[in-house]
């Protein structure tokens, strides 16, 4: 398997996992009292999946393929707390503009979201393929 395969498996699997506990468990009930009348019954999982696939490729792209060029992990770690957050800015400033029940708080607590599970991924990503596919 090539480099780029097991990086970005490795990137959606633990993106995926991590957002997985985070939507449906810690924060499901946060996220409901905040925007419940905003959510579906049930997720539109065409989309969602459309969503996990991309993102990961610009994770890929802007903060892992980068780091393991460099070998240095700490750059996996900030580019991708960077890319999430920018790319999580993007979603919830949007959002804040055009939806009349979008909060601050819950505008606040996707963007650090964002951030944090992009990091971690990255990272995760950037070890994981370090260990199995090598980082050269």
């Not at 780091?67 to 750059?75: F, N, S, T």
């Not at 580019?79 to 993007?90: E, K, P, R, W």
């Amino acid at each position: 398997m090539t480099r780029i395969a097991v990086a970005y498996l490795a990137t959606l699997v633990a993106f995926c996992a991590i957002d997985y506990v985070w939507l449906g468990f810690v924060a499901k009930g946060y996220y409901r009292s905040q925007v419940g009348t905003l959510l579906l019954d049930s997720p539109n999982w065409l989309a969602a999946a459309a969503f996990y696939l991309t993102y990961v490729a610009g994770v890929l792209v802007f903060a892992l393929l980068p780091a393991l060029d460099r070998d240095d992990w700490h750059r996996a770690l900030t580019t991708g707390a960077l890319f999430g957050f920018f790319a999580y800015a993007t979603y919830d400033l949007t959002n804040m503009a055009t939806l009349k029940d979008w909060t601050w708080s819950i505008a606040l607590l996707d963007l650090v979201w964002g951030a944090v599970v992009t990091a971690a991924s990255a990272a995760i990503g950037f070890f994981v393929t370090s260990a199995v596919a090598g980082v050269h």
